[in-house]
């Protein structure tokens, strides 16, 4: 591996042990453990799952590294020039489901991708982001968020969040729902016009900021009392969220097509989830105002007081 490529690597397993050292602690009822795998075309990974704890019931946070002759259909959809050519890919990637329906569901990913060809330089770029799925939302945490994610692009450039916003807001779309999936974050991706050594920090910059964002509305909802009407909503809503990781998700599209391994990619669902034939909210109930109202795409920061 180029010099590069080692740095990258570096970052982001340092970044998982932060990320699972700081999730496991809050936790404070369940460890995460850990599997290494190998892919037999090339390549492996780190996967940490933690399972029924105090406040996670289920959550990974996966490390992978996979190189290959040919980039998969997914990596070269939006950049068809590049087919054909070996590929190295690496990232972290993160999903944690609570289980109080009070405490919403949190991703994150970041990724480096290298588009390799003997007596060429490689063709390299960025992607990640982070985004929030609340059930019981408020408007406290959605405000947050997004000023967490703010501030982590705030030294890039003034356009960089509205830019990687929106794009967060168009991408986590159910278009066959009509609807968001959450209330958004940042998402970037094919990121190379800027030279290597700012988009690496931008991606670092981002990967910090996850657990920056999250903690904090975990602390704040964490005991907030709750019964089987709000699990159930949890579970109905969880469905839009395996709808669309199995449907339009890149992510778990590329693991799948590169042959990566199963388990891991597919830890991002939740253990338990229902689905009802064209159940609605009650009118004018909490369950009701979270698509009404937070699963809207607004400019959360213009409610700050």
């Given at each position: 591996?180029?010099?590069?490529?080692?740095?990258v690597?570096?970052?982001?397993?340092?970044?998982?042990?932060?990320?699972?050292?700081?999730?496991?602690?809050?936790?404070?009822?369940?460890?995460?453990?850990?599997?290494?795998?190998?892919?037999p075309?090339?390549?492996?990974?780190?996967?940490?799952?933690?399972?029924?704890?105090?406040?996670?019931?289920?959550?990974?946070?996966?490390?992978?590294?996979?190189?290959?002759?040919?980039?998969?259909?997914?990596?070269?959809?939006?950049?068809?020039?590049?087919?054909?050519?070996?590929?190295?890919?690496?990232?972290?990637?993160?999903?944690?489901?609570?289980?109080?329906?009070?405490?919403?569901?949190?991703?994150?990913?970041?990724?480096?991708?290298?588009?390799?060809?003997?007596g060429?330089?490689?063709?390299?770029?960025?992607?990640?982001?982070?985004?929030?799925?609340?059930?019981?939302?408020?408007?406290?945490?959605?405000?947050?968020?997004?000023?967490?994610?703010?501030?982590?692009?705030?030294?890039?450039?003034?356009?960089?969040?509205?830019?990687?916003?929106?794009?967060?807001?168009?991408?986590?779309?159910?278009k066959?729902?009509?609807?968001?999936?959450?209330?958004?974050?940042l998402?970037?991706?094919?990121?190379?016009?800027?030279?290597?050594?700012?988009?690496?920090?931008?991606?670092r910059?981002?990967?910090?900021?996850?657990?920056?964002?999250?903690?904090?509305?975990?602390?704040?909802?964490?005991?907030?009392?709750?019964?089987?009407?709000?699990?159930?909503?949890?579970?109905?809503?969880?469905?839009?969220?395996?709808?669309?990781?199995?449907?339009?998700?890149?992510?778990?599209?590329?693991?799948?097509?590169?042959?990566?391994?199963?388990?891991?990619?597919?830890?991002?669902?939740?253990?338990?989830?229902?689905?009802?034939?064209?159940?609605?909210?009650?009118?004018?109930?909490?369950?009701?105002?979270?698509?009404?109202?937070?699963?809207?795409?607004?400019?959360?920061?213009?409610?700050?007081?």
């Open positions: 591996m180029s010099n590069r490529t080692e740095a690597k570096a970052y982001l397993l340092d970044l998982q042990d932060r990320i699972c050292n700081a999730l496991q602690a809050e936790d404070g009822g369940a460890e995460f453990f850990e599997e290494s795998w190998e892919r075309a090339g390549g492996g990974g780190r996967t940490r799952v933690i399972e029924n704890g105090s406040l996670i019931e289920k959550g990974g946070v996966n490390f992978s590294h996979v190189f290959g002759d040919s980039l998969p259909p997914s990596a070269s959809a939006h950049r068809p020039e590049l087919a054909g050519r070996g590929f190295q890919a690496m990232g972290v990637s993160l999903v944690i489901h609570p289980e109080n329906p009070y405490v919403p569901t949190s991703h994150a990913n970041v990724r480096f991708f290298s588009a390799e060809k003997e060429e330089e490689p063709v390299w770029w960025f992607g990640g982001g982070f985004d929030l799925t609340p059930y019981y939302a408020n408007e406290e945490d959605c405000v947050y968020w997004h000023q967490v994610a703010f501030d982590a692009c705030k030294p890039f450039g003034d356009d960089v969040y509205p830019k990687f916003k929106a794009w967060c807001d168009r991408y986590f779309h159910l066959h729902r009509g609807e968001p999936r959450g209330i958004g974050g998402f970037f991706d094919d990121l190379n016009e800027w030279d290597f050594d700012t988009s690496f920090a931008f991606m910059a981002i990967g910090d900021a996850y657990i920056k964002a999250y903690l904090p509305i975990v602390q704040r909802r964490k005991l907030t009392p709750y019964g089987e009407r709000e699990r159930e909503f949890q579970a109905y809503r969880r469905g839009r969220y395996v709808e669309f990781n199995l449907v339009f998700d890149r992510g778990t599209l590329f693991g799948l097509q590169s042959g990566g391994r199963t388990e891991s990619i597919l830890m991002s669902l939740p253990p338990h989830v229902r689905w009802g034939y064209d159940w609605k909210p009650e009118a004018g109930s909490e369950e009701a105002r979270l698509t009404e109202y937070f699963l809207q795409d607004r400019d959360w920061l213009k409610l700050q007081g």
